[in-house]
């Protein structure tokens, strides 16, 4: 049962362009939403996060939108840069879960200079 | 300050034998997590401790345990190894309930 899904395991985008990474999730007592960018060979490294009672979360070039209803949230990153290139992982937690973490599959994204 | 250590980087072993991964969170972090990644399952929660106590824990089998110490650092053993558990194990650290999961670049186990 996957909780959390990714559908586009990769997205291509030019420099400078505007880059939306998608995220769907299936359970309701999620109310916490991460998002983490993964470099072959090293840890996950935290990006922004977004709490259950906002829809919209800024920091620096990355915002993240949270549609409850939808239960979708979506990653944009304005303006993208090749460095940038990377795994996307978005992932949830539920109030009673501890530090426990559901992560989608990932989105390869390619900032093409 | 220092970031989330896990050592070894890397290990080879042999099905059947046992290992131990070790981690070091961030100083002041009390919450330590495993994850284990792998390419057809993604990443996925093993078990997670606070304060010496395990908090939480996934669906795996009873072959793979943990524990916390009184400094915070943690250790996860894996017994009996089997092919299947050839994957990268990550290691995170927390303070509260909903603060993000700072991760260590991991353990690549390889068992053959």
């Known amino acids: 049962d996957q909780q959390v899904k990714q559908n586009s395991p990769s997205l291509s985008v030019q420099e400078g362009r505007i880059s939306i990474l998608n995220c769907d999730y299936t359970n309701s007592m999620f109310d916490y939403f991460l998002w983490y960018k993964k470099y072959p060979a090293e840890g996950p490294t935290f990006l922004i996060s977004?709490?259950?009672?906002?829809d919209k979360n800024e920091d620096g070039r990355f915002t993240v939108f949270l549609n409850k209803s939808a239960k979708h949230l979506s990653l944009h990153i304005v303006p993208s840069q090749p460095g940038d290139s990377a795994v996307y992982f978005c992932a949830a937690k539920g109030e009673t879960s501890g530090s426990r973490l559901t992560f989608g599959e990932g989105t390869q994204l390619t900032v093409n200079p | 300050k220092a970031g989330v250590t896990q050592t070894p980087r890397y290990l080879i072993k042999t099905r059947g034998q046992q290992v131990t991964l070790s981690c070091s969170p961030i100083?002041?972090?009390?919450?330590v997590s495993w994850y284990q990644q792998t390419p057809g399952q993604g990443l996925q929660f093993l078990f997670e401790y606070f304060s010496e106590t395990q908090r939480n824990k996934g669906n795996f089998p009873g072959r793979f345990s943990g524990r916390q110490f009184s400094n915070s650092r943690s250790e996860m053993n894996v017994s009996t190894l089997e092919l299947g558990d050839s994957a990268l194990y990550l290691c995170?650290?927390?303070?509260?309930?909903?603060?993000?999961?700072?991760f260590g670049n991991g353990t690549r186990l390889t068992v053959t």
């Open positions: 100083s002041g972090h009390r919450s």
């Open positions: 977004i709490s259950s009672i906002k």
């Open positions: 995170a650290s927390g303070t509260a309930d909903n603060s993000p999961l700072h």
